[in-house]
C-alpha cells in the first residue's frame, strides 16, 4: 500500500505531465498516431510503476510491499506510536486483483478439446466403430488376423472401461449445451456457449476484415486500423467467463479419455484390412462409406473437421492472457493467430448449414423399401410348351 497523499499526487502528477509534453509538440508530432502509446510509456517509466492490487503478483521492479499487518486500520483510528498526525497520512489500498486475472486455463483447454470431440461425435466416428464391431462379431467382414481385427477386439475390451455414450452426451450439454438431452442429475445445460461462442467468433473475423479495408483506403500506413479491440476482448471475456464456470467436473478427465479413443478409432479405421472391405483411401472415406452403406445418410465431412479444428484453436486462445492486452498493436500480433481459423469457422458452418453433402459415388444400398416375395421366372422360361424355370430366391 501506500499512503493517500501520494496515492492521489500520483494522478494529479500524470495529468501535469501529459499538459506539458503536449503543449511543447508541433502539429506534426501531435498528428503522429503512435503518440498516445509511446506518451503513454514515457509517463509510466518517469512515475514509476502504479501500486500492485491485493492479491496480484507484483511486477518486475516493483519495490517491496511495506504496508503493516493490520492494513494500516491501527494509523487510521489513532493507535499506537506510529498513528498518523493527517488523513494523507494514511494507507490507502489501490484495489484488488481484476477478476479476468483469475481464470485457471486448464478447464477452458478441456472445453476447447471437449469441443472438437463433439464435433467428431456427431460426425458419427464411433457410431462407425460400433458397426464395423457388429459386422466383427457377426463374421460378415472377412478380417481375421490383421490390425484391424485387432483394434476392434481391443475396442471393444476397453469400452466397458471408458465413458459410455450418455455420459458423453451429458457432458457436452452441461459443458457446452450442445443436444437435445438431459444434463445429467443435478445438472443443468449451457444454452448460452453457442451464442457466445458465434459473438467472439464474428467478432474476430469483422475486426480483421475491417483492418485490412482500413490498410487499403487509408491515407498513411501509420494511421490506426478500423477494428475495434474494445469490442473482440469483451466478446472473448464473455465467452471465458461462461466456460470458466460451466467446465467443473469429470470433463477435464473425459476429454483425455475420450481423446485416446478418438485416437484409437482413427487407427482402426486406417487399417489396411478394414478399408479393403469397402474400397477405401483413408480413415474419412471409411466414415462417409460407412454411415451411408449402413446408415443412409451421407455426412459433411470435409466442413465438420475444419469447424472442430478452428473453434478448437479459438477457444485454446481464450486459454491464454492475451485477451488482457490493452496496446492495439501487441493486440493484433497477438491476435493474429485466430483470424484465418475464425474465417474458416464461418465459411464451414455456412457451408455446412446451407448446402447438403455430397454422397460417395456409388450406389452402396437401394432407396425405399426392401422388395417383397420371391423374383418372378425368368423371361426366356415364360414360352408356351416349356417347363417353367426354377425359381430365383429373392
Known sequence: MTTTSAYDSLKDQRAKLIDSVLSQLGPDALSDPNLPDVLGRLIDQRLGAPPTPVGATPPPGAPADTTPADGGFADLIGIGDTAAQTLSQTQ????????????????????????????????????????????????????????GAFGLYRFDRRAILRYRQAERLQAYRRVLGYGSGSAGPNARPNPDFHPLFTHFVGETAKFWRDKRISEVIRERATDPTFGSIAIVRRAALDLRNNVKNSSFGYANVMRIETG???????????????????????AWDM???VTWQYFHRSVAASAMN???TAGRAMLQWLAEPFVLTTDRKIFEAKLYPIAEPAEEWISSEEGFRLTRPTPPPRNVYVPGAPPQGRRRDPVFARNQGLM???????
Open 388 to 394: 417353367p424355370a426354377a425359381p430365383v430366391v429373392g
Open 306 to 308: 475444419r469447424m472442430a
Open 92 to 147: 490507502m489500498s489501490p484495489g484488488v486483483v481484476d477478476y479476468d486475472d483469475t481464470v485457471t486455463s486448464d478447464r477452458i483447454l478441456a472445453t476447447a478439446d471437449l469441443y472438437y470431440l463433439y464435433i467428431h461425435e456427431r460426425l458419427g466416428v464411433f457410431r462407425v466403430i460400433s458397426q464395423l464391431q457388429d459386422l466383427f462379431r457377426a463374421g460378415s467382414l472377412r478380417i481375421s488376423s490383421g490390425p
Open 260 to 282: 485416446q479413443a478418438l485416437a484409437d478409432a482413427f487407427k482402426i479405421l486406417e487399417s489396411p484390412d478394414v478399408k479393403a472391405q469397402f474400397g477405401a483411401d483413408n
Open 287 to 289: 466414415i462417409e462409406l
